[in-house]
């Protein structure tokens, strides 16, 4: 089992950033992928961005150029660097524990967090 706490959430002007972090605990974070979705209110959830245990990583096409995905072993977290916030990217965003097959999809993630809240106010 795998436990994921996300925090970092915020209220931001559109053009802002913020990080968010997903502190996991649990299994061997060293060997775990992590991926980032967000879900905006009525939504079903979406693609952000992945990181996986030997480094690499992949986002969604909105986000590329101002997202960044990192992780950290010692401290056992992942995070999200988001820049240039845009009102749309308002809503929920969940880190997830990537259990095999693509990375884009919600359905091979078998553990989540319980999100954190991002507003970028207009």
């Known amino acids: 089992q795998v436990q994921l706490v996300e925090s970092g959430g915020g209220t931001v002007q559109t053009g802002g950033s913020l990080t968010l972090t997903c502190a996991a605990s649990?299994?061997?974070?060293?060997?775990?992928?992590i991926g980032w979705f967000h879900q905006p209110p009525g939504k079903e959830r979406h693609f952000v961005a992945a990181?996986?245990?030997?480094?690499?990583?992949e986002y969604a096409d909105s986000v590329k150029g101002r997202f960044a995905i990192s992780k950290d072993n010692v401290k056992n977290t992942a995070s999200l660097q988001m820049n240039s916030l845009k009102p749309e990217e308002s809503g929920v965003y969940y880190c997830?524990?990537?259990?095999?097959?693509?990375?884009?999809?919600?359905?091979?993630?078998?553990?989540w967090g319980q999100g954190t809240q991002v507003t970028v106010s207009s």
């Open positions: 997830g524990a990537h259990s095999g097959g693509t990375l884009v999809f919600a359905r091979n993630y078998r553990y």
């Open positions: 649990g299994r061997t974070f060293s060997r775990q992928s």
């Open positions: 990181i996986m245990a030997d480094g690499y990583t």
